[in-house]
């Protein structure tokens, strides 16, 4: 069955320190792999994307996720964060069937 | 003005009315999707349209119901509302992974709760 699974519920980093949210599927093909992040209030805005090619993909707001099929995770990481970046992300499997399966989030909060 | 719109944004309503929630957008995408959050599910599929004539169901539609009246128009009903239907949903569009973009654009969300 096709799955996501975001482990850490909630993660606390203080501001300028590094950040690693990780994500691992469960997907029968070959997936596509997304990246989303909800600030308080909205909606979700995509990340970054990983579908072939280079396994290190780069986004937006300084993030970048590394695709690794032989653990089956595609993991979120910033070098240094920012107290903007306290949101809630998500992690989503896609494939051939044009449905996006989301993880179940992980929230993040930045200490000043 | 925002590119998928959602109406309206908060409800408040009783046990057994019906609601419509409705969704538009202007990017002009194909598909559309209606997802509902909860905390600790994360977002999960309800129903999902790739034209106008095609409908379908996702993972958990059962009390549910959708209507796309155009290309622009995807609108979510619930037709006797209950508790545990109170949630942030979501409509979402998108090109489709087939064009090889992937990416959903989501509206705003509609918090309803059922009392």
């Known amino acids: 069955a096709q799955s996501v699974t975001q482990p850490d519920i909630h993660i606390t980093v203080s501001e300028g320190a590094s950040l690693e949210l990780r994500c691992n599927y469960s997907?029968?093909?070959?997936?596509?792999l997304f990246w989303y992040v909800q600030s308080p209030g909205q909606g979700l805005q995509l990340l970054l994307k990983?579908?072939?090619?280079?396994?290190l993909v780069q986004g937006i707001k300084g993030f970048e996720a590394e695709f690794k099929r032989s653990q089956s995770s595609f993991n979120l990481r910033k070098p240094s964060v920012h107290w903007s970046d306290a949101a809630e992300y998500f992690c989503?499997?896609?494939?051939?069937?044009?449905?996006?399966?989301f993880g179940t989030g992980t929230r993040l909060q930045v200490f000043p | 003005d925002a590119d998928v719109t959602q109406t309206p944004r908060n409800r408040i309503t009783k046990t057994g009315k019906r609601i419509m929630l409705e969704c538009s957008q202007t990017?002009?995408?194909?598909?559309m999707y209606w997802y509902r959050q909860d905390p600790g599910l994360g977002l999960r599929l309800i129903y999902y349209?790739?034209?106008?004539?095609?409908?379908n169901k996702g993972e958990i539609s059962d009390g549910y119901s959708v209507s796309r009246q155009a290309q622009a128009k995807f609108s979510l009903s619930l037709e006797s509302a209950i508790p545990n239907q109170t949630a942030l949903y979501f409509c979402?569009?998108?090109?489709?992974?087939?064009?090889?973009?992937?990416?959903?654009?989501f509206g705003e969300g509609s918090r309803l709760t059922v009392l």
């Open positions: 979402a569009t998108g090109t489709g992974l087939a064009g090889n973009t992937g990416e959903l654009f």
């Open positions: 990017k002009g995408h194909d598909r």
């Open positions: 997907y029968g093909a070959t997936p596509y």
């Open positions: 990983y579908f072939s090619g280079d396994t």
């Open positions: 989503a499997v896609g494939g051939n069937t044009d449905k996006l399966i």
């Open positions: 349209s790739f034209d106008v004539k095609d409908i």
